[in-house]
């Protein structure tokens, strides 16, 4: 899904900003910060930049002698572009469901957090045996990349899990408690 967005749109580094500035409309963001974010050359950053703000769908702002881009909250395809990118983070949220079936026995997946739009301590919530957790850090390390944000993971044995929900544990109750995605649970208790 991410190829096919960086076809219509043209490079990977202006998806990558569209998608911080359509899921961060509030924020505004400066250069440099927006290369550490991305992994992008600041010249790259700063000739998308001026696309985007030609294109309308970004203003900018100076503050403190830095000058911060934001999303122009009154660009007229503001809507249909933040609808297309929710489409395509379903389907890149699929792809990483689809990759993780590789990392070991995997009994519980629940994506929450960035996922949901809720501010938790954790994206990703992963019990199970076996989990390899080398190849589990380079699969969320390349996702992180496309979707232009990091994603905070905890990953938990079984047992430890079990425990965990039969003591009650605070972590697991905020995660539970909040919205969240359940995409697997062999547990049987959510």
Known sequence: MANMFEQIFGSKTR?????IF???PDKGFYVRELS???GQYINSIRRELENLEHFGLLKTERKLKKKFYLTNDTFFLL????NLFLKGRVFLEND????LKDVGDIQLLVFTGNFTGVDTQTDLLIA?????????RQILENFSLTVAHEIRYTVLSASDYEYRREIADKFLQEIFRNK??????????W
């Not at 969240?180 to 208790?189: A, E, R, Y």
């Open 15 to 19: 998806v990558q900003l569209i998608t």
């Open 128 to 136: 199970g045996k076996d989990i390899e957790t080398h190849r589990l």
């Open 96 to 99: 990483l469901t689809t990759a």
């Open 79 to 82: 809507p249909e572009l933040q």
């Open 36 to 38: 550490r974010i991305t």
């Open 180 to 189: 969240n995605i359940v995409l697997v649970d062999k547990f049987g208790t």
């Open 22 to 24: 359509l899921r961060n």
